[in-house]
């Protein structure tokens, strides 16, 4: 039968009510659903079990009561939760981070802009706002904001023989989406894109960039190569040798901070600092030396004389603020922003997406309490990369390596930006003259070794004997991604991500089984998954089967735990298969269905409700 409704205690007040005088408490009488409806709690007893209640409630909420939210203003502009104790210890660790990551950055910025198509100087324009504009908003120590592999890609993807200015342009719309997704709190769009698809997406920008910077790496100067033997034909060997060197050089030093020593000594210790600070300034000093080597070269001989391809020459590179140019000429053409929109197409929304994926995944590796704020992450995105449009940037993000370094350096605050943001002015103020000298092989050579590690084939075989629709997923994704690019890829992996939830909540497992209790046989039917409306074909299908297989012999027992959303769908199947079960005299039992979703069917003499197995057979197990 089913159970009576069960009512929660209330306080009526009189309206004459005396001052001081307690109001009489009304008490709604509660049942015991297995008590054959033996009254348990009265007007009578009512006020002292309510006081009782009232005051455990209390002593509970005391004791256990949740942390007071900091104010708005504090969880926005972050650097106020932390400025007030501040304090010299913190403040060296940060100066020697910042000073590391400095010489991690520049190098990076520089080869990262040549990925883009971009000269120098946009690199570390983006390098040095980023990191500046973090250290007010982020939440998290290691993440430095700057050019990344995955954003030169993504830029050269959508910006590629286009102006400058639209690659600045599309630093602005990115930081403005990236902001408008933290205010509107739209960081769960990161949750529908699933582990495999992020794997095969940087598995596969990795691969792009370094087959991109082959043609570099092997000295070959023509934009567009006809044949693979045109390709080997114009291999220039004296690049190639200095590309093959410096690509070795790196990886060796590379091993460097895994060197270990059998006995540990202050000595040693010593010396696996000074190792692993070689190790992580790898980059620099590869460009540094080749650069240096290169100019050492000219000044001796001339420019023409040098074998090797170089960078760019940059005039001036110290920053100015200027809006972004939403309107300019080039090459006898006025762009307006329309004109704009409809060259950048899909990036202006893939771009951020993508930013925010990967700025998120990096901020969630290294947070330490687990508590992760990822709407001021995207906000601080955003705002990165909205200031870097008025200092000419190209679209940035976190970048995992350079967190790592971070990491290793010891940084105990966002402050370490502010010395980060200082040494790559310098650079712009001091070294700006010397970037032509830096060989674009040795460049070459600094991409690949910092994405080369970043390709990861291992879902081949652990997907593929775990999952087959993440192992198809992983694989179309990586595909795509090298075949019609790296957005193309990603949204395949979404694509197929959601086709195969819809289908999950098309068709939801069911488990059908024979039980007995006592003496007596039911049919179980256990949903195995969570099933919404769009399930309930599905469960009413199994239903039926059931009763076609078991002859109709036996009570259908549908386990009604996992229903979610519980509407008018589920109500109308219900009635059509108790209607179709009281044909044959056969009872359908709902069990650990929920009082308030008992009371939006209607009565029927043909279904019952039950909490556990023992309560299916009641006059069995009081006999």
């Known amino acids: 039968m089913r159970w009576p409704w069960k009512r929660t205690f209330s306080i009526a007040k009189g309206r004459n009510e005396v001052a001081g005088k307690r109001p009489q408490a009304t008490v709604s009488t509660i049942y015991d659903p297995n008590g054959d409806g033996e009254v348990k709690y009265t007007a009578k007893n009512g006020d002292d079990c309510y006081e009782l209640s009232h005051s455990l409630e209390m002593d509970m909420q005391s004791r256990y009561s949740a942390p007071k939210e900091a104010h708005w203003l504090l969880r926005r502009i972050y650097i106020l939760t932390w400025i007030r104790s501040y304090d010299r210890t913190q403040a060296f ?314 990491q290793a350096s010891g940084v105990r605050t966002p402050m370490a930006g502010i010395y980060t943001g200082l040494i790559v002015l310098s650079a712009l103020s001091i070294l700006t003259p010397y970037f032509q000298y830096i060989p674009r092989a040795s460049l070459a050579a600094v991409l690949i070794a910092a994405v080369v590690f970043m390709i990861d084939l291992t879902p081949i075989k652990e997907l593929w004997r775990t999952n087959k629709k993440d192992f198809f997923s992983w694989t179309g994704s990586l595909v795509m991604c090298l075949i019609a690019g790296v957005e193309m890829g990603l949204l395949f992996g979404i694509v197929v991500s959601m086709i195969c939830i819809l289908l999950r909540l098309g068709n939801p497992r069911i488990e059908v089984t024979l039980k007995q209790c006592e003496s007596n046989y039911y049919v179980h039917i256990v949903p195995q998954s969570d099933i919404f409306y769009t399930g309930v074909d599905m469960l009413r299908t199994e239903i039926v089967s059931a009763c076609l297989l078991y002859r109709n012999d036996f009570p259908i027992v549908v386990q009604c735990s996992r229903f979610m959303q519980f509407d008018a769908t589920f109500v109308e199947m219900l009635n059509a298969v108790s209607k179709e079960l009281a044909k044959d005299n056969v009872v359908l039992v709902l069990q650990h269905m929920s009082l308030k979703q008992q009371q939006m069917l209607p009565v029927t003499s043909n279904i019952r409700f039950c909490n556990e197995d023992q309560e299916l057979f009641p006059h069995e197990s009081k006999q």
Request: aromatic share 10%; glycine share 6%.
């Open 93 to 406: 660790a940060d100066l020697i981070a910042g000073i590391t990551l400095g010489l991690t950055i520049i190098p990076q910025s520089i080869a990262y802009a040549a990925l883009a198509g971009l000269s120098s100087e946009y690199g570390l324009y983006s390098a040095f706002i980023g990191s500046i504009i973090y250290v007010f908003f982020g939440t998290i120590p290691q993440v430095s904001i700057g050019p990344t592999s995955l954003m030169a890609i993504m830029t050269l993807q959508f910006c590629a023989d286009k102006p400058v200015q639209i690659v600045i342009v599309l630093a602005f719309l990115a930081g403005f989406v990236e902001l408008l997704m933290g205010v509107f709190q739209l960081g769960f769009i990161v949750s529908f894109i699933p582990a495999p698809v992020t794997k095969a997406f940087t598995s596969g920008t990795a691969v792009i960039v370094v087959l991109a910077q082959m043609k570099s790496l092997l000295g070959i100067r023509l934009k567009k190569v006809a044949s693979i033997e045109n390709y080997f034909e114009n291999i220039i060997m004296s690049d190639t040798i200095l590309g093959i060197t410096c690509l070795c050089l790196l990886l060796a030093l590379r091993r460097l901070s895994q060197v270990q020593f059998k006995q540990d000594t202050p000595l040693t210790q010593r010396l696996k600092k000074v190792l692993w600070y070689i190790s992580i300034s790898r980059n620099a000093l590869i460009v540094f030396f080749s650069g240096l080597m290169v100019y050492v070269w000219v000044h001796k001989s001339s420019l023409q004389a040098i074998p090797f391809a170089l960078s760019s020459k940059v005039s001036s590179a110290m920053p100015s603020i200027q809006l972004p140019p939403f309107a300019f000429e080039h090459e006898n053409r006025t762009y307006v922003f329309t004109d704009i929109l409809h060259e950048l197409g899909s990036g202006v929304i893939l771009v951020p997406i993508v930013a925010v994926l990967a700025n998120v995944a990096i901020a969630k590796a290294f947070v330490k309490d687990g508590k992760l704020d990822a709407s001021q992450e995207m906000l601080t995105l955003g705002l990165c990369n909205l200031a870097g449009s008025f200092f000419s940037a190209m679209p940035t993000c976190g970048a995992f390596t350079r967190s790592a370094v971070s």
